[in-house]
Structures are given as structure tokens and as C-alpha cells.
């Protein structure tokens, strides 16, 4: 419960001020720019497209989600926190909050790609949108175990990106393959391993973050 009440309270408090939300939309929507100018009137491989995607994906969400600690260090409530609620609590707390961000931040990037990229061709949505509901979450777990990491030190804004890289580089590639298999219409079947590889990524840096947390936010 209160779990949900430390969700509830990062939710409202995003509702007022806005800053992941308008960095994210603002960051999706000129990269996505970016990428559509630098095209023109060239047809680009569905498979780039694709990978295009995931490239928008995991910038997107480094200039969105690193502030889930940050805020609370910088209003210093990370003391009332420390004195409310135990460790496994807090992290479950924005935990929720980061995955309801990646989700509404995946689906809107998804629906524009899918209306301004005509070689942006899926033969199998169940297996592509299966990638990207374990793929988003696993995002949401590394992305708040990180922001936890940076919390505390001097520079946050650089530090961020240099850690989830190497954290992010094989959920992005699996999922990179998996995209490849949708667009060639391979089934579920078909894509077992990799999709094997995308869940138990997520279960690892799910364990890992629960057992890592309760060192890092008393630290």
C-alpha cells in the first residue's frame, strides 16, 4: 500500500510540473523529426526502421527517467522517505512510476512511427508488441536501479547515460532481433530464444535491483 501511495504521490507531483513528460515528448518528437528530414523521399529498409525505432526508445527514455531519486535529493525529502518507508517499498514506489512512463512513452512513439514511417511494416504485431511489453519493463527496471545509482553523486546528467548503456546494450539488441523477426513474419515459436533471453533479463535485473536497493539508498 504504500507502494502505491509513493506512486501516487511521484504521479501527481509529475501532473503539476510535467518534466518527464514534456522531455519526453519533446526529445521523441525531434528526434523522430530528425530522422524524417535526414530521410527525405529515400526509402529506407524495413530492418532500419526498425532498429531506428529502438535507437528513439532508449534515448528517449535516458532524458526522461533519470530524475525518479534525483527529485527527492533535490528537495530533500529523501530523509522522510528513508524514515517512512523501507527500502523494498521505495523502489517498488518508483518502480510503478517509471513503468507506467516507459509504456505511455513506447505506445506514443509506436502509434507515430506507425502514421510517418511507411517502411515501419510489422507482419507479426503479437510477437513485436510481446518484445516490447517485456523489453519496456525491463527499461523500467534497469532505468530506476540507475537512477538510484546516480542519485547521489555530482554529475547526474552525464553519469546516466555512461551506466545504463552497458546495463541496456543486450535487452536493446534482443530486442532489435525480435523486431527483425516481426517484421519477417516469424512466429512466437520461432522467436523462443530470444524471447527466453528478454524475460529472464528481466528477471535478473528485477532480483538484482531488490537486493541491490537496500545498499544503495543507505549508502
Not at 110 to 127: E, K, Q
Request: a neutral charge; charged letters at 15%; glycine letters at 6%.
Amino acid at each position: 500500500m504504500k507502494s502505491y501511495s509513493l506512486f501516487k504521490k511521484d504521479w501527481q507531483s509529475e501532473l503539476r510540473t510535467r518534466y518527464a513528460i514534456n522531455a519526453l515528448a519533446m526529445f521523441i518528437l525531434v528526434t523522430i523529426s530528425v530522422i524524417l528530414f535526414s530521410i527525405g523521399q529515400e526509402r529506407i529498409s524495413e530492418y532500419l526502421t526498425g532498429g531506428l525505432l529502438w535507437v528513439v526508445i532508449f534515448f528517449s527514455a535516458m532524458s526522461g527517467l533519470s530524475r525518479a531519486f534525483v527529485s527527492e535529493e533535490e528537495r530533500g525529502t529523501t530523509m522522510t522517505l528513508h524514515l517512512l518507508a523501507k527500502p523494498s517499498t521505495i523502489f517498488s514506489g518508483k518502480l510503478l512510476f517509471n513503468v507506467l512512463l516507459v509504456y505511455l512513452m513506447n505506445f506514443s512513439i509506436i502509434v507515430l512511427y506507425s502514421l510517418l514511417f511507411d517502411s515501419f511494416i510489422i507482419a507479426n504485431w503479437g510477437l513485436f508488441f510481446l518484445a516490447t511489453f517485456f523489453g519496456s519493463f525491463g527499461i523500467a527496471v534497469s532505468s530506476t536501479i540507475i537512477a538510484a545509482i546516480i542519485s547521489k553523486a555530482s554529475a547526474k546528467g552525464t553519469l546516466y547515460p555512461v551506466l545504463a548503456f552497458p546495463i541496456l546494450l543486450p535487452l536493446i539488441l534482443t530486442l532489435l532481433e525480435l523486431t527483425k523477426f516481426a517484421i519477417d513474419g516469424k512466429t512466437i515459436t520461432e522467436a523462443y530464444v530470444e524471447l527466453a533471453v528478454l524475460i529472464c533479463y528481466d528477471v535478473i535485473m528485477l532480483s538484482a535491483s531488490y537486493m541491490l536497493f537496500d545498499f544503495i539508498w543507505k549508502d
